[in-house]
């Protein structure tokens, strides 16, 4: 695969050609992530068996993938593409899961060691009912060491997600092995850094807007949730618009 390099304005307009592809069946894409979110809540629901559901997100990102490129082909978005990604590549997609889980424990296992201590003093300060005036000093004293331990977590996490981000695409439409697409997408990540800032920030500014929300239905990830019929189809987008197959590949 060849990769390019694009303008800046390029992360505006994969929200922008996400919203397009959205707005040619709303009702269908919200349906879709309607039941994958349902599903992951009951499988997040039973310890230990939510892994399943890290495992198996990249196979239905691939399947979502295929129903935006069908939606751009002129064909109707159907529910039978949540099972794309389990038709074709299945293992290697599972694969992908595998590596973002794994990431996803060292990146916590790094937040523990340099906060942990604070964050469990802090935990138990609150959870004892401490009154307001040595809550906020206990928070004040703790906040050096837990900033400190969200940016060791932000430093290992950040080159596993750019690495994950397009890897179920190209293994899905491009049958790229896991390691290799691995490689390709964090490198598509790193040539391309400015535009992804300006999609990253598109993409923060609503999740933070709908915290509040997030917070109130104690589901952390709503916003994402709620911005993923965009989100989806603008990842699609994006993976076309930075990657080409060499002439050798065609």
């Known amino acids: 695969m060849n990769i390019r390099v694009v303008d800046a304005s390029h992360g ?17 894409w919200l349906l879709l992530i309607a039941i994958l979110f349902i599903g992951s809540r009951v499988l997040f629901a039973v310890p230990l068996i939510g892994v399943i559901a890290v495992l198996i997100a990249p196979n239905f990102l691939a399947g979502l993938s295929h129903g935006a490129q069908a939606l751009g082909q002129g064909k109707p978005l159907r529910l039978g593409y949540l099972a794309s990604g389990f038709l074709k590549n299945a293992a290697r997609l599972v694969t992908i ?20 201590e604070t964050i469990s003093s802090l935990s138990k300060t609150i959870a004892a009912g401490a009154a ?25 996490s950040l080159p596993l997600m750019m690495a994950v981000w397009f890897a179920p695409l190209l293994v899905f439409f491009d049958d790229v092995k896991p390691l290799p697409a691995l490689a390709l997408s964090l490198w598509a990540c790193l040539k391309n850094i400015l535009p992804l800032l300006i999609y990253g920030m598109a993409v923060v500014v609503p999740v933070v807007i709908l915290m509040p929300l997030s917070l109130a239905t104690r589901q952390p990830d709503l916003g994402v949730w709620l911005l993923a019929p965009i989100l989806v189809p603008s990842i699609y987008v994006s993976y076309r618009d930075l990657f080409v197959p060499a002439p050798d590949s065609q």
Do not use: C, D, Y
């Open 12 to 28: 505006w307009r994969w929200i922008a050609q996400g919203i397009l592809i959205f707005r040619k069946n709303p009702p269908q």
């Open 97 to 116: 899961g595998g590596v973002s889980l794994v990431g996803q424990f060292l990146t916590l296992m790094a937040i523990t060691l340099v906060g942990g």
């Open 132 to 156: 307001a005036p040595e809550a906020i000093a206990a928070m004040q004293a703790a906040a050096p060491r837990m900033m400190m331990a969200l940016l060791v977590g932000f430093g290992v």
